[in-house]
Nanobody, 124 residues
Framework: QVQLVESGGGLVQAGGSLRLSCAAS????????MGWFRQAPGKERVFVAG????????LYADSVKGRFTISRDNAKNTVYLQMKSLLPDDTAVYYC?????????????????WGQGTQVTVSS
């Protein structure tokens, strides 16, 4: 059983920054794609960013490109999401998830394990 635990969410003013972390249990973290998704109230869960198993390839939603950076430390079984220039529209619960072993996918059904989520609120 894989467990994913997010941290780092909070309340920040527009233009500010936050760094989310997701710590994973298990010995096979380095062999899987990892992704970040977000879900705003009343809206569906959407892809934010993903990173390949080695960390060499990343993919971003257009809405966050240039502002967010995904990274991972396989020695620490942790994936990060650095968020800068935050906007009120970035307000959501952010989830990390484990994907497959190859390409980064953008749809939620391509991910099999999910964290409990961390709230990010950006005030205007």
């Amino acid at each position: 059983q894989v467990q994913l635990v997010e941290s780092g969410g909070g309340l920040v003013q527009a233009g500010g920054s936050l760094r989310l972390s997701c710590a994973a249990s298990g010995r096979t973290f380095s062999t899987y794609v990892m992704g970040w998704f977000r879900q705003a109230p009343g809206k569906e869960r959407v892809f934010v960013a993903g990173i390949s198993a080695s960390g060499s390839n990343t993919l971003y939603a257009d809405s966050v490109k240039g502002r967010f950076t995904i990274s991972r430390d396989n020695a620490k079984n942790t994936v990060y999401l650095q968020m800068k220039s935050l906007l009120p529209d970035d307000t959501a619960v952010y989830y990390c998830a484990r994907g497959g072993s190859f390409s980064v996918r953008t749809w939620p059904t391509a991910y099999d394990y999910w964290g409990q989520g961390t709230q990010v609120t950006v005030s205007s």
